[in-house]
């Protein structure tokens, strides 16, 4: 016999907010995010490997979807290390890979990008700048 | 997906739209060019231009956010290797291989639209080449 979807189930859901709060708050907040996307940025200002890595990492992480990321984390951790870790810090852990990924490569446009969008010329001046930077 | 998408895309087409200046409307009109002719050499052609790697980048993630329609059970990818690992409990194994044809998918799609661009904005059109430079 199946419930009816009425007050309790309701509240329940509520309830259920928590835990993706706390999700918002682990990754998006966190502060590994932007630190994490100034290691990618940065690299382009140093060596050729140094760039070559950052459009790898950044190519990568942009080119597979969010949930195999997820996955992978989770469970290529254990199999990998053999340590099986809790599926909040893989949340955390992929969605601050993925973040950094595309903070990364915003901070890093190396054309007039950049100071079109530091004076806030809008996505249409930064897209028409950052054509070439960036492909697709 | 159609109308999520459609939502993004009029967003990035609009910029675009917008940030054809108007004094080049202008000079359309002093130029005798007709209203159709304006709107499709000098605001459409353009936009377009500016915004294609935007639209470029919704594409990809069109194609990567197909990913989750295995939670309507239909059958892709994702829902396919979901089913193997769930049979074999060998989920890394088939999650990094369905990762890597997704890689391999999105840097195809990748390549398609930057030859599209060639083709549409640059073949043929080397004043235009030099102005994207």
Same mark, same amino acid.
């Given at each position: 016999?199946?419930?009816?979807?009425?007050?309790?189930?309701?509240?329940?859901?509520?309830?259920?907010?928590?835990?993706?709060?706390?999700?918002?708050?682990?990754?998006?907040?966190?502060?590994?995010?932007?630190?994490?996307?100034?290691?990618?940025?940065?690299?382009?200002?140093?060596?050729?490997?140094?760039?070559?890595?950052?459009?790898?990492?950044?190519?990568?992480?942009?080119? $597979?979807?969010?949930?195999?990321?997820?996955?992978?984390?989770?469970?290529?951790?254990?199999?990998?290390?053999?340590?099986?870790?809790?599926?909040?810090?893989?949340? $955390?852990?992929?969605?601050?890979?993925?973040?950094?990924?595309?903070?990364?490569?915003?901070?890093?446009?190396?054309?007039?990008?950049?100071?079109?969008?530091?004076?806030?010329?809008?996505?249409?001046?930064?897209?028409?700048?950052?054509?070439?930077?960036?492909?697709? | 997906?159609?109308?999520?998408?459609?939502?993004?895309?009029?967003? +990035?087409?609009?910029?675009?739209?917008?940030?054809?200046?108007?004094?080049?409307?202008?000079?359309?009109?002093? !130029?005798?060019?007709?209203?159709?002719?304006?709107?499709?050499? +000098?605001?459409?052609?353009?936009?377009?231009?500016?915004?294609?790697?935007?639209? %470029?980048?919704?594409?990809?993630?069109?194609?990567?956010?197909?990913?989750?329609?295995?939670?309507?059970?239909?059958?892709? !990818?994702? %829902?396919?290797?979901?089913? !193997?690992?769930?049979?074999?409990?060998?989920?890394?194994?088939?999650?990094?291989?369905?990762?890597? +044809?997704?890689?391999?998918?999105? !840097?195809?799609?990748?390549?398609?639209?930057?030859?599209?661009?060639?083709?549409?904005?640059?073949?043929?059109?080397? +004043?235009?080449?030099?102005?994207?430079?």
């Amino acid at each position: 016999m199946s419930r009816d979807f009425d007050w309790p189930e309701f509240l329940f859901l509520l309830g259920a907010l928590r835990w993706t709060d706390r999700a918002v708050a682990d990754c998006a907040s966190s502060a590994a995010a932007s630190a994490a996307s100034c290691s990618p940025s940065r690299a382009r200002r140093r060596t050729r490997s140094c760039a070559g890595s950052r459009a790898t990492y950044i190519g990568v992480m942009q080119g $597979t979807p969010v949930l195999m990321q997820l996955f992978l984390a989770y469970y290529g951790l254990a199999v990998l290390t053999g340590i099986r870790i809790d599926p909040w810090p893989a949340v $955390t852990l992929a969605f601050t890979m993925y973040a950094a990924a595309f903070l990364g490569r915003d901070l890093a446009r190396r054309d007039p990008g950049d100071p079109a969008a530091a004076v806030g010329g809008g996505a249409g001046a930064s897209a028409r700048a950052g054509r070439r930077s960036c492909v697709t | 997906m159609s109308l999520n998408f459609s939502g993004y895309a009029t967003e +990035i087409v609009r910029s675009g739209i917008e940030a054809v200046p108007r004094s080049q409307i202008e000079a359309g009109h002093s !130029l005798g060019f007709t209203r159709l002719q304006i709107f499709r050499h +000098i605001i459409v052609f353009p936009a377009l231009r500016t915004v294609y790697p935007a639209l %470029a980048s919704q594409f990809v993630l069109l194609m990567l956010g197909s990913s989750i329609v295995a939670a309507i059970s239909a059958e892709e !990818l994702t %829902a396919v290797t979901n089913t !193997l690992q769930s049979t074999t409990f060998r989920a890394f194994e088939f999650y990094f291989v369905a990762t890597g +044809i997704y890689l391999l998918m999105a !840097l195809g799609a990748r390549l398609l639209l930057h030859a599209i661009y060639w083709a549409v904005f640059e073949r043929g059109r080397p +004043i235009e080449r030099a102005w994207s430079r």
